[in-house]
């Protein structure tokens, strides 16, 4: 199983930024996918941005154009830039991983085999 470590989180008025950051304990170029989740309580986990082996990135559409997801398999680290932060944004964030070769939804939880324990992001009006 991968360790997934993430940090970053924060609180910020509105319109501000953070950026997360996600220490994997294995290669990420052996990763076949990585993503963001976030949820918040009492509601389904949901994909923000994921990105591929190759580095080809997909996102929400609410996040399109504000938040930026990348990876770095030289120091084993996934990242997400969150710009123009909204109150809507505030959430627990996921890093997610799927170590296994295969089809898949990146937007949907059950696809990930490897999960961290997220980091909070409160967005204040």
């Known amino acids: 199983r991968v360790q997934l470590e993430e940090s970053g989180g924060g609180s910020v008025q509105t319109g501000g930024f953070l950026r997360l950051s996600c220490t994997a304990s294995?290669?990420?170029?052996?990763?076949?996918?990585m993503a963001w989740f976030r949820q918040v309580v009492g509601e389904e986990r949901e994909a923000v941005a994921g990105i591929s082996q190759s580095g080809l990135p997909s996102y929400k559409n609410s996040v399109k154009g504000r938040f930026t997801i990348s990876r770095d398999d030289g120091i084993n680290t996934l990242y997400l830039q969150m710009e123009r932060l909204e109150p809507e944004d505030t959430a627990m964030y996921y890093c997610?991983?799927?170590?296994?070769?295969?089809?898949?939804?990146?937007?949907?939880?059950?696809?990930?085999?490897?999960w961290g324990r997220g980091t909070q992001v409160t967005v204040s009006s």
């Open positions: 997610a991983a799927i170590s296994y070769r295969g089809g898949w939804n990146w937007m949907a939880p059950i696809a990930y085999n490897n």
């Open positions: 294995t290669s990420t170029s052996d990763l076949s996918y």
